[in-house]
């Protein structure tokens, strides 16, 4: 019996007394965030706020700035017979329209020759494939660069960059100086000529207008 009234009055002061702590403890957290708003109103009302930028995290990339030039794109003289005659022979066959062109001659073209480090005059002893960011080709590795894109039996010529490059390029070197000699050249683009292939071409604006 005398066990159980302890309990009895034990309990309610216990309770009180916890109730009391609670309190107090309560009121100085409410007092402490009463005065951080207060201190923070100050701040915000006044007008001479400084703006720090975050610091950039070492292991995110900076975005690179993207870029509208394609891919697949052959940059070719477009005033020469033998050129265009290629140019036509490869729409023919590229049923999956996997190749896009560019005549050397157009302003689209300067973008490519940047990309690539290359001049016009470099072009023009050389035709170029630009294959992807950071991939493009020349000579005889370009031609059958793009000949792998093509359908079979075609692709299966791009076998032959198993040969050296020099033998390859002298080949490709001899018929490209004596083209114009062979097949001749025009005064303006040969694409013109031909409205039908357009649209094979990223140029097309600047060649119809």
């Known amino acids: 019996m005398l066990i159980r009234q302890t309990r009895n009055f034990s309990s309610p002061f216990l309770s009180s007394c916890l109730l009391k702590r609670l309190f107090s403890s309560t009121s100085s957290s409410t007092h402490l965030v009463t005065g951080a708003a207060a201190d923070v109103a100050d701040v915000t009302s006044s007008d001479d706020l400084d703006y720090i930028d975050p610091p950039l995290s070492s292991t995110l990339k900076p975005l690179s700035t993207p870029t509208l030039l394609q891919p697949g794109v052959v940059v070719y003289d477009g005033v020469c017979h033998l050129c265009h005659g290629g140019v036509k022979w490869i729409i023919s066959v590229d049923k999956y329209r996997k190749i896009k062109f560019c005549c050397l001659q157009s302003k689209a073209a300067e973008p490519y020759l940047r990309l690539c480090g290359l001049d016009r005059e470099d072009v023009l002893r050389r035709f170029l494939f630009v294959e992807g ?13 793009v000949l792998s894109y093509l359908p079979l039996p075609y692709s299966a010529l791009s076998s032959l960059l198993i040969i050296p490059r020099p033998l390859r390029d002298a080949v490709y070197d001899y018929v490209a100086k004596r083209r114009n000699d062979w ?15 357009l649209e094979r071409f990223i140029d097309r604006d600047e060649m119809m207008h």
């Open 133 to 145: 960011p950071g991939s493009y080709h020349q000579a005889s590795t370009a031609a059958l660069k």
């Open 183 to 197: 097949f001749g050249k025009s005064e303006d683009c040969l694409v013109l000529q031909e409205k039908e292939l």
